[in-house]
T-cell receptor, first 108, second 113 residues
Framework: GQQVMQIPQYQHVQEGEDFTTYCNSS?????IQWYKQRPGGHPVFLIQ?????EVKKQKRLTFQFGEAKKNSSLHITATQTTDVGTYFC????????FGKGTSLLVTP | KAGVTQTPRYLIKTRGQQVTLSCSPI?????VSWYQQTPGQGLQFLFE???????NKGNFPGRFSGRQFSNSRSEMNVSTLELGDSALYLC????????????FGPGTRLTVL
């Protein structure tokens, strides 16, 4: 499978600050998926990016796929306490190859 | 549609024992994948079953095995449990096409003493 690396591993922000997590691969990815796992919960699908340079928005969340399709990012504008959780990117395949995730902590 | 269900939700075993976990996918989904999640290690892929056949396998020892039944329900078995097997075991179902979105169950929390 196509391995993906995620940074940072942890991020602690004050409510209202922005947050970005990055996902990198050494090989070109046909697509990338993003999932969110709330504390005590299970991963939930957020989005899939397929096209080079693609940018998709979901309210305060902005997802980008790099031009070379080797990296991706998730940016949250003006974080809220409801954004707390671990965000995973996943490389393609019948069985997805997940990064180790970025755990986001938001303090009010 | 009902979501993915996993049983049991919590399990405590001792070293050397074996355990069987169960996963019922979303109706109509033919693919079930199993993941092990431990703190700091993210989601590590165990194996994937599609139409009763193991289609993909991760890098886990042979103590970890699985199967899938004709109704797509899947079981995972771990024999000769070790302390390091303590983890959250998640199953995910999908239609089985490549790169499909995966729907996760709530997981089984296994503690090995």
């Amino acid at each position: 499978g196509q391995q993906v690396m995620q940074i940072p591993q942890y991020q602690h922000v004050q409510e209202g600050e922005d947050f970005t997590t990055y996902c990198n691969s050494s090989t070109t990815l046909s697509n990338i998926q993003w999932y969110k796992q709330r504390p005590g919960g299970h991963p939930v699908f957020l989005i899939q990016l397929v096209k080079s340079g693609e940018v998709k928005k979901q309210k305060r969340l902005t997802f980008q796929f790099g031009e070379a399709k080797k990296n991706s990012s998730l940016h949250i504008t003006a974080t809220q306490t409801t954004d707390v959780g671990t965000y995973f990117c996943a490389g393609p395949g019948y069985a997805l190859n997940f990064g180790k995730g970025t755990s986001l902590l938001v303090t009010p | 549609k009902a979501g993915v269900t996993q049983t049991p939700r919590y399990l405590i075993k001792t070293r050397g024992q074996q355990v069987t976990l169960s996963c019922s996918p979303i109706s109509g989904h033919r693919s079930v994948s199993w993941y092990q999640q431990t703190p700091g290690q993210g989601l590590q892929f165990l194996f994937e079953y599609f139409s009763e056949t193991q289609r993909n396998k991760g890098n886990f020892p042979g103590r970890f095995s699985g199967r899938q039944f004709s109704n797509s329900r899947s079981e995972m078995n771990v024999s000769t449990l070790e302390l390091g097997d303590s983890a959250l075991y998640l199953c995910a179902s999908s239609s089985g096409q490549v790169d499909n979105e995966q729907f996760f169950g709530p997981g089984t929390r296994l503690t090995v003493l």
